[in-house]
């Protein structure tokens, strides 16, 4: 494989959806890209136009607007688009515009609708991503520090750490420090499903409240709670 494709390759298996895909359909998928580049404020796609590719954010910004001109959303580094013209029809419901210098990698429609077609997570991924988002907020435009809209998948590296209700204080504090975390989720739980059968016996069924560290100060050592202490009697709801 050629240099060029391989850093394709290995650009795609970073991000979501591509980062579920098997090594063979990566190298498949890194032969069919092609790339562009985009100057800041260049059109990228215009609205009602045909669309028979899927567009992958390499580098830069683009940003995308509603038929009636306003901000729909900003993409950066990482993110697809296009995914749900694609799904409803071929024609371009957002039009998208360069925010800053961009490149951008093209994949086929065809092998678009193959991947979701022959692997349930990379369509459960775009045909959520392809439903009606709220509008990134830019707050101040000309602002050096301006609001981006930031999805949450990115800010998230790690499962959460949570406990039962009846978890005591003590076994909580263990935990903490164990998994190096300042709180934990309290959560009741349940039934595990079994796609999701890599998790413990049991995972959270619904959330119940929150234990800090602050809360094992105040309302344990301070009130000289004994360690046996149940997390639901000192956790806030």
Not at 108 to 123: D, I, M, Q, V
Not at 127 to 142: D, F, W
Not at 161 to 177: F, G, L
Request: contains cysteine.
């Amino acid at each position: 494989m050629q240099i060029e494709m391989i850093e394709i390759r290995e650009h795609l298996a970073q991000h979501a959806p591509f980062d579920t895909l098997p090594e063979e359909v990566l190298d498949e998928l890194a032969t069919q890209v092609e790339v562009a580049y985009f100057r800041k404020d260049s059109t990228i796609l215009e609205a009602g136009s045909e669309l028979t590719e899927l567009h992958y954010v390499r580098s830069g910004a683009v940003d995308l607007f509603r038929r009636n001109g306003e901000l729909h959303n900003r993409l950066t580094e990482g993110d697809i688009f296009g995914q749900s013209s694609l799904l409803r029809g071929g024609k371009v419901r957002l039009a998208a515009k360069a925010y800053e210098d961009s490149l951008i990698y093209f994949i086929p429609g065809e092998l678009f609708f193959r991947l979701c077609e022959e692997h349930e997570s990379f369509a459960d991924f775009v045909e959520a991503e392809g439903q009606p988002r709220l509008k990134a907020v830019l707050a101040h435009e000309s602002e050096a520090n301006e609001l981006r809209r930031v999805k949450l998948r990115r800010l998230i590296s790690r499962r959460p750490v949570w406990v039962a209700p009846d978890t005591t204080v003590r076994d909580a504090a263990q935990i903490m420090t164990e998994e190096e975390v300042s709180g934990l989720l309290v959560v009741q739980p349940g039934p595990v499903a079994e796609r999701e059968s890599e998790l413990p016996a049991t995972a959270p069924e619904r959330m119940l409240g929150i234990l800090t560290d602050r809360d094992l100060r105040t309302r344990v050592l301070a009130a000289d709670l004994p360690a046996s202490t149940t997390v639901r009697d000192i956790m806030t709801p």
